[in-house]
């Protein structure tokens, strides 16, 4: 399983067979119905979001019916996505990344800005990531997923510890965590991608200590290797290795052995992605409980926040017109209402919060989507992975990052070396200052 397919959820290759072209960006029906039509991405998860919200909003507007059909996911869904826009063949409202992916179709051109009501009740994390020019365009599509550090809330009850805020008290906690026999920090490094969330998820305390991070170092103004902040994340890999604080079989685990030492209290901590609860619920039941979450720790617990990875957005592109576009944006006003939120959690249970105010988790839901929301609902509390402001992201990473993370290589040089890796995407890109 690859890092973007964690954050898409997307685990399934169930097809639904495609509308008939009649029924694909048709004229109106008579007597004033409307048809939309509205392209989802083919995951499980995906298909059973996008039906169960057409037959919601249906209900609840009786005169437009949604017609869901389904495109693949990965790059030839990209490409698929691409060509409808740009041949002016895309369906009447379609779900599609948010972020740079997002500012990739060219929104400005190809999608229509929103200036609906609702748009005022985003989070300003997902505003931020659907927008162009001050100009929303899009949805939110399901809820947000934290980089982070899932932690068993048994193993920290049996010790007497607290959530950590700083570096020092994980690191004392890990101390005593270890006295007891427990792995106080999981890896997994045989699934090279999941070495990286020491780096990606501590971008919060990054951006809280060098606001202007992310727009240096896309000009090749900031690195890794000489930012105080940014190169901590590195710091943070090499230092819980040398400690003697990882499991014993860190290089040869893969990511489905560290979801079960968590689970199972074999291990303390996880850096890991929120989305990955799931596979703990569905796997691990009656442990799902012992499971929660904090941010990674930062050496100022006031400015201690969550980075978080942004939903995909729902558009509506130009093509979509009259009567049409009505309903659409009806359709999106509807995806981002507390009755939306509801409907999307009835298809699929969130595992973290939702991008619309008002929008309440349900009560059953994970203790890590819970310990989630209180970094949402704090003033400055969260913030964007850095991919959602920067499109630089080498290649190279997870590979650098096992290799700091197991002693090989020491935290200067691999944020050196990341450096480096990430210069030919720039230069690639045609990015300024490459």
Known sequence: MRFRQLIMLAAASLVLSACSAGSLGSSDDEGGEVSLSFLVDNSEDGVRIGERLAKDFTAANPAITVKVETRPQGTEGDNLVKTRLSTGDM???????SGSLFQALAPQKNLVALDDAWTGQLDENFRTTVSSDGKVYGAPWGGFIAGAVMYNRAVYAKLNLQVP???????????????????????????????????????????????????????????????????????????????GYLNKD???????????KLAQGEGAHYPMLSSAISTIVANYPDKAKDVGLFAIPSDDPARNGLTVWSPAGVYIPTSTQGAKLDAAKKFLAFIASPAGCASTGAA???????????????????????????????????????????PIKGPALEQITVEVGSGIRKAADGAALYDKDVRKQAQQLGLEGW
């Open 250 to 260: 860190f290089a040869s685990a893969k990511f489905d052995d560290g979801l079960k």
């Open 91 to 97: 369906t009447d409202v379609f779900q599609y990344n």
């Open 165 to 243: 805020k700083t570096w020092s008290e994980f690191m004392a906690n890990n101390a005593k965590i270890k006295a007891a026999g427990t792995a106080p920090v999981i890896q997994t490094y045989q699934d090279t991608w999941t070495s990286q969330l020491f780096v990606l998820g501590d971008f919060h305390n990054v951006s809280a200590a060098e606001p202007d991070f992310a727009e240096k170092y896309t000009k090749n103004q900031a690195k890794y290797a000489t930012s105080a902040a940014a190169i901590k994340g590195f710091q943070h890999l090499q230092e819980v290795h040398d400690a």
């Open 348 to 390: 699929s249970p969130p595992v973290g919060p939702y991008a619309v105010k008002g929008c309440a988790l349900p009560a059953d839901v994970t203790q890590v989507a819970k310990d989630t929301q209180p970094y949402l609902d704090r003033q400055g509390g969260s913030s964007l992975a850095l991919e959602f402001l920067s």
